[in-house]
């Protein structure tokens, strides 16, 4: 009996994500997943084998009770799946979509030493997306209040999670985000069409409910240092301001007309919604001729956008090959999809620009790969000889971010390190300064949302422990 | 939400706008700015704050209806409000006792070099000031102006009103009388700046100016604001505003504040048809 339901099971293959036709989703910013059905979910969540031992949960960043969840999903539970998943997850929906759970969950799911493991991501976003679209989200009993008042500074994944972890304990919590809106990353810098903003709205809004106050347009360092929250009662503080500054080439002509930071073209279209000009009035330039440069999750977002906004030909422009590229494998399949055209072995030396100041080519080394380097890729030299040029009217550079240091200038005795970024005591991201927290990009360097949020969670024990034990 | 609690004229195309912000009235500096956006589907600009009264709350600030977004603020009335107002950013001005300052200001830029020079006379300076417009009808501040400083000059282009001709001639003639100055601020458009700088590079006197890139959130996250000073890429919103006039690559300025023109004109048509807000 037992083994008859094992074979069954097995024969299920792994259900595919429906998706928007690429001919289709070019010309739009909706979502391109669009999401299982509750059919394929149940059928989906069958698949679990229900380890005794699961590697899964360790695999996750927020140790998300994932077997308990796919049971209740297999079981038909939509909601009391979206429930378990809120226990220790505040944004499921983001996760579902935006996590590399090939990565991380998915990549020690035992079904996939043979086969392809189960669909982790999917099964989490169906049930977070199914109790959101039902009306159903329910507001869990917080603690009773402690009286600690508790600052997080930055409302991206990192301070959204502390933010909700701390609140359910019974404290005082205050975001302050510097941007208009709250949701960092997932609000400015992750499209629609991979990340719809109602969503990040809604998880948001399920944190407010909670009982966290987000204080928008609040600039910490500029409208209030670290010490004056101090002085304000706040008793212990955590930042989480990600690595917000852009990293250019430093090549000639790069600061003409027509050549975008990824943040700043990714800001334009996401956070002032500049596709929709002159609905909204942010303007962005629409390129017939589009290069973006670099490789990993951020280029494939800023690719992919440029279609949309009605490129004939968009370029990614990466110095090695395919396989060193650090972008998930299903960005760069959907953006093969969509038309993207890959240069790679390529590195741009220099622009050059007409009469106004507008970026008209992109004069390219080809490379090709030498001895590995320190990160272990092999590294990319230039072949010699090899320069060439490409018409483009729009260049978008993606090759990282570094420490935005306005915090850390501001605050004495929070100590960085040599790239500036926080630099922190242990794994609960305790900084040089008493009651000062951190954690996410601005302590690891650029990274993704499930590791940010990981960052929070564990610091928001360890700020839990410290308010609790303070004046004892 | 921020409320409007004044606004006025002060020329047919400039406006002085007094707006609540206490925490930002209570923390800012000579030199600083806001962004602001007027409602959800705005886009975010900078401006200079040009006074502050912390008492009350408020924030002053002074713009030129150019574009789509100053044309929309400018019809905000006393009680309207702006949804979103993030500051102060940028650096405050070095003010330091320094000697004799002389501050320079075009257009609307005298509201930028107006808290500047009245920082500077605070600090025990001499302060000489000159200020210009286009005509007489548009010239403004110069009561504010003349009390800052020590001696006032004015300069319009069409000689309706003061010395007939540029700020810069009246600042070539100041040197050329042998007057010493230990350092020039200049802030206007970027023409005149770029001459202010030419003027005063030869004779060796520092020379700050403030820079007005487009930007997007201004706090150094996009690089949209990105200026080149000295050969180095520099992020006007967290390295500046303000920057030796001496070094900075005022060509690049300029092309880049004229990245959005067409769709600014096509913004603005559409608003004046009414199709906008």
Redesign the interface.
């Known amino acids: 009996m037992e083994n008859e339901k094992k074979e069954k099971k097995e024969k299920v293959p792994r259900q595919p994500m429906p998706e928007q036709d690429p001919k289709e989703r070019i010309k739009n910013f909706n979502e391109v997943p669009l999401g299982y059905t509750a059919e394929t979910a149940v059928l989906e969540a069958k698949r679990c084998i229900m380890c005794k031992k699961p590697g899964c949960i360790s695999g996750c960043p927020v140790d998300v009770d994932i077997p308990g969840f796919v049971k209740l999903v297999a079981e038909g539970d939509f909601i009391g799946a979206a429930r378990k998943l809120k226990e220790t997850n505040a944004l499921p929906a983001v996760c579902g979509r935006v996590c590399p759970q090939e990565d991380q969950c998915e990549k020690v799911c035992i079904l996939g030493k043979k086969g392809e493991p189960v669909a982790i991501g999917r099964l989490e976003r169906f049930a977070a997306d199914y109790e959101r679209n039902s009306g159903q989200v329910t507001i869990p009993k917080v603690a009773p209040p402690t009286g600690k008042k508790i600052a997080i500074v930055g409302a991206g994944p990192a301070g959204l999670t502390i933010a909700g972890d701390l609140v359910k304990l019974g404290h005082d919590i205050t975001v302050f985000e510097a941007l208009h809106k709250p949701g960092g990353v997932l609000i400015y810098g992750i499209p629609e069409f991979r990340l719809p903003k109602a969503i990040v709205d809604a998880e948001v809004n399920y944190v407010e409910k909670l009982g966290v106050k987000i204080v928008n347009n609040a600039a910490i360092g500029r409208i209030k240092t670290i010490d004056e929250l101090f002085g304000e009662g706040f008793e212990a503080v955590f930042l989480g301001v990600g690595a917000g500054a852009p990293t250019f080439m430093n090549i000639p002509g790069e600061n003409l007309s027509g050549i975008y930071s990824a943040n700043e073209y990714l800001t334009r279209s996401n956070l002032m919604k500049a596709y929709a000009f002159p609905e909204y009035d942010t303007p962005i330039a629409r390129g017939k001729n589009v290069a973006v440069i670099g490789g990993g999750n951020v280029a494939m977002d800023s690719v992919r956008t440029a279609l949309r906004l009605g490129a004939d030909n968009a370029y990614i422009i990466y110095r090695r090959t395919e396989v060193e590229m650090p972008a998930r494998i299903e960005e760069v399949h959907h953006a093969k999809e969509e038309g993207v055209q890959f240069k790679l072995l390529t590195n741009p030396i220099q622009y050059i620009g007409d009469e106004k100041g507008w970026v008209r080519q992109m004069v390219c080394n080809r490379m090709e790969l030498g001895e590995p380097d320190d990160s272990g890729r092999r590294r990319p030299v230039v072949v010699k000889g090899s320069e060439f040029t490409i018409d483009v009217d729009t260049v978008v550079v993606a090759i990282g971010t570094m420490a935005n240091p306005v915090i850390q200038k501001t605050t004495p005795g929070l100590e960085t390190n040599k790239w500036g970024y926080i630099a922190v005591k242990d794994e609960t991201g305790l900084t040089t300064r008493k009651g000062v927290w951190a954690g996410g990009d601005i302590v690891t360097g650029s990274a993704t949302v499930i590791l940010a949020m990981g960052a929070g969670r564990k610091a928001a024990n360890a700020i839990h422990q410290y308010v609790m034990n303070a004046g004892k | 939400m921020h409320k409007v609690v004044e606004k006025k004229y002060i020329s047919d195309i400039v406006v002085k706008m007094v707006v609540e912000a206490p925490?930002?009235a209570r923390?800012r500096k000579a030199g600083q700015f806001v962004i602001l956006?007027i409602d959800e589907?705005?886009?975010?600009i900078p401006l200079t704050i040009v006074d502050s009264d912390p008492g009350k709350g408020t924030i002053t600030i002074i713009f030129q209806v150019v574009g789509?977004?100053t044309d929309w603020l400018s019809k905000l009335n006393p009680g309207d409000f702006i949804?979103?107002?993030?500051?102060?950013?940028g650096h405050a001005t070095e003010i330091e006792k320094i000697g004799t300052g002389v501050c320079v200001g075009g257009g609307v830029g005298i509201g930028v070099v107006y808290p500047i020079a009245a920082a500077l006379k605070k600090a025990g300076n001499e302060v000489i000031s000159i200020i210009g417009a286009r005509t007489k009808e548009i010239l403004i501040l110069e009561e504010e102006m003349k009390k800052a400083s020590d001696q006032l000059l004015v300069a319009t282009d069409d000689g309706s009103y003061g010395f007939h001709g540029f700020v810069s001639t009246v600042l070539q003639n100041l040197i050329d009388s042998g007057k010493k100055i230990d350092r020039v601020f200049a802030i206007g458009p970027v023409p005149m700046m770029r001459v202010i700088c030419n003027v005063t590079r030869p004779y060796n006197i520092k020379t700050i100016v403030s820079l007005n890139p487009i930007m997007?959130?201004g706090?150094?996250?996009?690089?949209?604001c990105?200026?080149?000073v000295g050969g180095e890429?520099r992020?006007t919103c967290?390295d500046g505003p303000e920057f030796d006039g001496h070094q900075v690559d005022f060509?690049?300025l300029m092309?880049?504040l004229?990245?959005?023109c067409d769709?600014?004109k096509?913004?603005m048509n559409?608003c004046r048809c009414g199709h906008?807000k």
């Open positions: 925490d930002i923390k956006m589907k705005g886009e975010r789509k977004t949804k979103h107002v993030v500051g102060p950013l997007v959130d706090t150094g996250m996009c690089g949209a990105r200026v080149s890429t992020f967290v060509g690049l092309s880049r004229q990245m959005y769709q600014e096509h913004a559409l906008g």
